[in-house]
């Protein structure tokens, strides 16, 4: 990779497209599940969570590589994020996290995925297909103890256990809640949710449950509440590299390093003359001769159209300023002060070249949101490329 950074006046690895894409650092992904595991423990069992396209990253390719390092089970969204895995060789088990729709269970069957229940509708669909197939369920029942979102509310879990001794179909193999608010150390809902959540456990162990797993914690439980780290712990972010801003600030914490980058290369520069404006609606308008490069990134291309005038991209190890709306397509840059930069040059949106590093989390931070919504928001028209893919 060293060397693809130094390479700024070469072609993009596939020179008929665009020079615009992200690169996935595998080894960073495997190294960030390593430095986690050994900081939260290696008794307990780890399920990677890759929905929503392992938050942007390329959800086929991240799992293969956990796979290969020993992560225990997979957590996607939706049922089509499940198949897509299946029919890319995942072989681990997956647990659908928002569920199996009504038309849904037969299909998600058929790839052994395991659903969460958090409705009694739910949970006597997949019975009754159970008993039609003669057969029994894995399910993993999702209890909300705070989140105030999915999950049966942790009130009823007495009677919820009692009607469920009743669905011969299923096999209530995990227990499962969400924290809200785990990167808040100052909270006491984390605290709460997890007294809740035994509570849960006891119930159903007294009506002759035996759940093989019982888990709680997501990035922020893992790391910064030991408690929430039972049975098996559900991890994103992290992963991903992304702790920055959903981590408590200020704690120990494991290393983690960034996976995705983002980059592109000058397509044109110019010299404007002072007074000379740039880009739609002229926001910016040039106080002294600059020198301006196009960069073929938009806000199709997730590079959020509130960074223009404010955010700033990397050419030659140095920084350079986004002058101008950010538009569709494109986005412009001010040069000026990087005398060598040249058509080609390697720019760096999100990641690091020759010492300067511009990261998710900044960007994030600037939008008044989560590196989360930055990655995520990486659209399709953006080539992922695994590091050694295009390594010269
Ligand atoms: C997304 C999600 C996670 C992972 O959360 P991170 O903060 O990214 O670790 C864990 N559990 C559930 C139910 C989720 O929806």
Redesign the pocket.
Known sequence: METSHSDRTSAHPNPENRPTWAEIDLEALAFNYHSVRSFVGKGIRYLA?V?ADA?GHGALKCARRLQDEGVDWF?V?TVEEGVELRQGGISRPILV?GGFWPGQIRIGLDNTLTPAVFTIEQASSIDRVANEIGTKIDVHL?FDTGMGRLGFPFEKAGEIAAELTQMKGLKIDGL?T?FASADDLECDLTGRQIERFELIVKLFREKGFEPSYLDLA???GAVAHPASRSGMV?????LYGLGGD?LPQGIEAPELRPVMSVRSRIAQLKTIRTGDSVGYSQTFVATRETRIASVPIGYHDGLRRNLSNTGNMIVRGRSAPIVGRISMDWTTIDVTDICEASVGDLVTVIGSDSGSEINAEDIARELGTIS?EITCGIRDRVPRIISEEYRP
């Not at 559900?234 to 992290?238: A, D, F």
């Open positions: 969570v929905k938050y957590g969204a996290m999702k499962m969400h997501n990035s922020p559900r991890l994103g972010g992290v959903v989360y």
